[in-house]
């Protein structure tokens, strides 16, 4: 099996925006389990335009995740490209611009709340007055601003992954990945926790791609991308 790649080829000043923030063409990833493997993502063919609001929906270990860690660059296809037109490179090789919520705590244990939600700040390099006030307004945002001091132990799971959330927002990302980012809200949580992701990459310009068991967000999104056994068997909304 020949291995894949992610496209090395950032947008080219001179080119002009194309309106599309992340694309898969034939992407597929394997991982092998001793003697066996499993085909977590198949033959994948998906674009997320600036605008995008994607629902992806599916059983448990449908691929999912696997989807969402392709499109952030936090993994790399088997077979297939990834590519990001319009949002160039950061360090590493990793495309610019993408912020992840992951679906399991991600929290740094030895941080604060406020100190989390800087971190990809501090990481870029951001002036310390300016990270200030994006960290103030993010935590604002998810109506944390008075659990900035707590640690991650100090937290429901909830109030983390809102804090996760916020640290996601303070990058001021042009794509926003989010892994079940409702999973342990109640009802009401959830959905003022969506309305909140919504408004933002509103503002921001972003394009949003959620993964989901939830029809209730699913239906709050204008796309809708349905994965069975790692493959993306149904899509609709937008052209």
């Known amino acids: 099996m020949n291995p894949g790649r992610v496209a090395a080829r950032p947008t080219c000043p001179d080119a002009g925006p194309t309106g599309v923030v992340a694309r898969c063409a034939a ?9 066996a493997l499993l085909h977590a993502v198949r033959g ?47 360090a590493g090789g990793r495309p610019a611009r993408v912020s ?3 679906q399991g705590p991600s929290l740094v244990p030895e941080l604060d709340a406020a100190e989390n939600v800087a971190l990809p700040l501090v990481l870029a390099g951001v002036p310390p007055a ?6 103030a307004a993010a935590l604002d945002r ?7 001091a707590a640690l991650p132990e100090e937290l429901s799971g909830g ?37 909140v992701l919504l408004r933002a990459v509103d503002e921001l310009g972003a394009a949003l791609v959620v993964a989901t068991h939830d029809p209730a967000v699913a239906e709050r999104l204008r796309e809708q991308w349905l994965m069975d056994h790692g493959s993306l068997v149904s899509s609709a909304g937008p052209p």
């Not at 300016?130 to 960290?135: E, G, K, L, M, P």
């Open 44 to 90: 994948v063919d998906c674009v997320v335009r600036a605008s995008a609001r994607v629902a992806v929906s599916g059983p448990s270990g449908s691929g999912k995740s696997t989807l969402l860690h392709l499109l952030a660059g936090l993994d790399r296809p088997t077979s297939g490209v990834v590519d990001w037109p319009d949002l160039g490179r950061a």
């Open 130 to 135: 300016q990270a200030h006030r994006r960290v």
């Open 159 to 195: 109030q983390a992954q809102r804090v996760a959330v916020a640290r996601a927002l303070a990058d001021r990302p042009r794509l926003l990945l989010a892994d079940e980012p409702t999973g342990q809200l109640d009802r009401d949580t959830g959905a003022r926790l969506l309305a």
């Open 100 to 102: 992840v919520v992951f």
């Open 142 to 148: 998810l109506e944390l601003d008075g659990l900035a």
């Open 27 to 35: 992407v597929s990833r394997t991982y092998r389990t001793g003697d």
